[in-house]
Antibody
Framework: QVQLKESGPGLVQPSQTLSLTCTVS????????VHWVRQPPGKGLEWVGA???????DYNSALKSRLSISRDTSKSQVFLKMNSLQTEDTAIYFC?????????WGQGTLVTVSS | DVVLTQTPPTLSATIGQSVSISCRSS???????????LNWLLQRPGQSPQLLIY???NLESGVPNRFSGSGSETDFTLKISGVEAEDLGVYYC?????????FGAGTKLELK
């Protein structure tokens, strides 16, 4: 069945780089897009970016200068890298599959930016 | 970027009451392929978001049919016909027509 699971460090120091991995199963990355969404504590959902089935990417306008999304189709993994992290980047980061809507989500991983 | 304005921000309802949530877009969400990629999601406390409706009015598999979506271009509505206790949480509209994709600010459904 379709599953997505986020992994990464729980704590990142300010100004450092965040690296997250979304490991998927039950579908192919070459025929589905995967999106990243984040949610600061107590706040709403924010779309971060996506990698499309063909490998192209789109990013949140406010984050694009710091953000990179890539993938390894052989390992069924999607990667998010964000540099120059600030406290405002503290959030739960979700990955989700887009296929007739966003029906499948990971459980999310909390990233705290703190020294 | 497309701005989605959801109203009301908070909704208080009794069990069995019917309620509606509005989502207005700053530009048309009708794609050049003829589809309109406006989705509705529910996030219960401590959980990942759950897809309710995709492409304006299509009910996701397994979602109760008391949920319905309607609208076109820039004006969209989610209706719950008879709120149940399990429906409490925050509802989001989300557009995937234009890049970057965007979410509305959310509508919190509470028990009155």
């Amino acid at each position: 069945q379709v599953q997505l699971k986020e992994s990464g460090p729980g704590l990142v120091q300010p100004s450092q780089t965040l690296s997250l991995t979304c490991t998927v199963s039950g579908f192919s990355l070459t025929s589905n897009s995967v999106h990243w969404v984040r949610q600061p504590p107590g706040k709403g959902l924010e779309w971060v970016g996506a990698i499309w089935s063909g490998g192209s990417t789109d990013y949140n306008s406010a984050l694009k200068s710091r953000l990179s999304i890539s993938r390894d189709t052989s390992k069924s993994q999607v990667f998010l890298k964000m540099n120059s992290l600030q406290t405002e980047d503290t959030a739960i980061y979700f990955c989700t599959r887009s296929y007739y809507g966003f029906a499948y989500w990971g459980q999310g991983t909390l990233v705290t930016v703190s020294s | 970027d497309v701005v989605l304005t959801q109203t009301p921000p908070t909704l208080s309802a009794t069990i069995g009451q019917s309620v509606s949530i509005s989502c207005r877009s700053s530009q048309s969400l009708l794609d050049s392929d003829g589809d309109t990629y406006l989705n509705w999601l529910l996030q219960r406390p401590g959980q990942s978001p759950q897809l309710l409706i995709y492409s304006v009015s299509n009910l996701e598999s397994g979602v109760p049919n008391r949920f319905s979506g309607s609208g076109s271009e820039t004006d969209f509505t989610l209706k719950i016909s008879g709120v149940e206790a399990e429906d409490l949480g925050v509802y989001y509209c989300m557009q995937a027509t234009h890049a970057p994709n965007t979410f509305g600010a959310g509508t919190k459904l509470e028990l009155k």
